[in-house]
């Protein structure tokens, strides 16, 4: 495990704070085309959760990609307090989607952007709140690891969002921006608190339970 500097970056009373990148654009191609935000989880759409787990573990503010049904999404799910943006080239990947809340996030204040992703229901406000630890203590480039293997959620500082841009294609997303920038992450594990389980297939679905 690195760091990226040993700058500290302000907490919560100082100055920019750290904004949650919800990636919930998903159409659920293997679970025969159900759109993953509206998931049922505990009685209400599965990206109503996501998203206050981010509010929980830290982050603000909150943006929410929406792409498949989004129309269908916005009516239904109840998401005070975020920002709703359609990315109309959903189906083109988990990229477009990363792309899309980056280019949102750059006019704003925030000082660093915290990827969840919406379908991983198990991975919940501690393992948020731990990665926004290793950041205000000055990680700039920061994932949740399981038993040491990277995961979500991942925390980029404003500085990397041009570069992780630029890499994110087809379903990739930070791929292939965090393995050429190993060297600067830092590894915060997370398995004792959180379960990387997505939901892909129905076999899946249990997680939701």
Known sequence: MTRTTATT???PA???????????????????GRPKALLEHRGRPLVEHAARILA??????????????????????RLP???????????????????????????GDASAALVTLVDQPRVGAA?????????RAGAGLVAASYDGE??????????????????????????DYLRA?????TLVECGDVA???????????PLLG
């Open 9 to 11: 970056h302000e907490g």
């Open 195 to 205: 379960d990387p389980g997505d939901v892909d297939t129905p076999d899946d679905l």
């Open 127 to 135: 393992a948020v709140a731990r990665l926004l630890a290793a950041y």
């Open 56 to 77: 929980e573990g830290g982050c603000a503010p909150r943006y929410v990609v929406l792409g498949a049904a989004s129309e269908e999404v916005r009516a239904r799910a």
């Open 81 to 107: 307090g975020c920002v709703l943006l359609d990315n109309p080239a959903w189906a083109d990947g988990m990229g477009s989607s990363l792309r899309a809340g980056l280019a949102a996030l750059v006019p």
């Open 14 to 32: 100082g100055a920019a704070a750290v904004a949650g990148l919800l990636l919930a654009a998903g159409g659920g191609r293997r679970l025969g």
């Open 181 to 185: 920038h190993a060297p600067e992450l």
């Open 150 to 175: 990277r995961g979500h959620p991942v925390l980029f500082a404003r500085e990397h969002w041009a570069g992780v841009a630029r890499a994110a294609t087809g379903d990739r997303g930070a791929r």
